[in-house]
C-alpha cells in the first residue's frame, strides 16, 4: 500500500526511487484514468520546482488534455505544434530550457520558464500521448530528468496495459 513519503537522494535515485514508487501505486488497479490521476497526484507531489504537471492523450489525430497537477490547461493541441505536439510527432523527449525562445510554445501558464516533454508508448511504440512538466524556473530540466521521467513513463505504459 503507498504511504506518501517525499523522496530524496541524487537524481538518478530520486528517478529510480519515483518509478518504482509509481509502479507501487498503480499496482493492481486496471483502471487507465485512475492510474493517469494519481501518477499525475504523485509526481506533483514529488516533483521540485515545477508548477505543472500531466498527460495529453493521443486522441483522433491530436492531442487531448488528460489528468494534471496545477493550473488549468490548453485542452487541444495539434500534433506538430508547440513542445507537446512536437515530441509526439517525433516520439522523443523534448527539453526547453527557455519556453520565450521555443519557435511556436503554446502558453497555458505565463509563470511557465522551462518544460520537458517526455512521449508515452505502448510495447508496439505506438504514441499513447505525452507526460509534460512545467517549471516556473529557466533551464530546469536536464538529461538525468529526460531519462528519470522516461523510465517514469515505461512504468506508467505497462500499468496501463498500453
Known amino acids: 500500500m503507498y504511504r506518501h513519503t517525499k523522496i530524496t537522494g541524487t537524481k538518478p535515485e530520486f528517478y529510480r526511487r519515483l518509478a518504482?514508487?509509481?509502479?507501487e501505486l498503480l499496482a493492481g488497479e486496471p483502471?487507465?484514468?485512475a492510474n493517469l490521476c494519481n501518477a499525475a497526484a504523485l509526481l506533483g507531489c514529488q516533483l521540485e520546482r515545477i508548477n505543472w504537471v500531466g498527460f495529453y492523450l493521443c486522441r483522433d489525430g491530436?492531442?487531448?488534455?488528460g489528468p494534471f497537477w496545477g493550473l488549468p490547461?490548453?485542452?487541444?493541441i495539434a500534433l506538430g505544434s508547440g513542445v507537446c505536439g512536437q515530441a509526439a510527432a517525433q516520439r522523443q523527449t523534448v527539453i526547453v530550457p527557455d519556453v520565450a525562445l521555443f519557435p511556436g510554445h503554446i502558453a497555458c501558464d505565463s509563470a511557465s520558464r522551462s518544460e520537458i516533454v517526455v512521449p508515452v508508448l505502448g510495447a508496439d511504440g505506438e504514441l499513447f500521448g505525452v507526460l509534460?512538466?512545467?517549471s516556473p524556473d529557466l533551464d530546469r530540466f536536464d538529461e538525468a530528468d529526460a531519462q528519470g521521467l522516461a523510465a517514469v513513463a515505461a512504468?506508467?505504459?505497462r500499468r496501463l496495459g498500453i
Open 20 to 23: 518504482a514508487t509509481l509502479d
Open 31 to 33: 483502471d487507465q484514468l
Open 62 to 65: 491530436q492531442l487531448m488534455l
Open 73 to 76: 490547461a490548453c485542452t487541444r
Open 132 to 134: 509534460d512538466v512545467d
Open 155 to 157: 512504468v506508467l505504459a
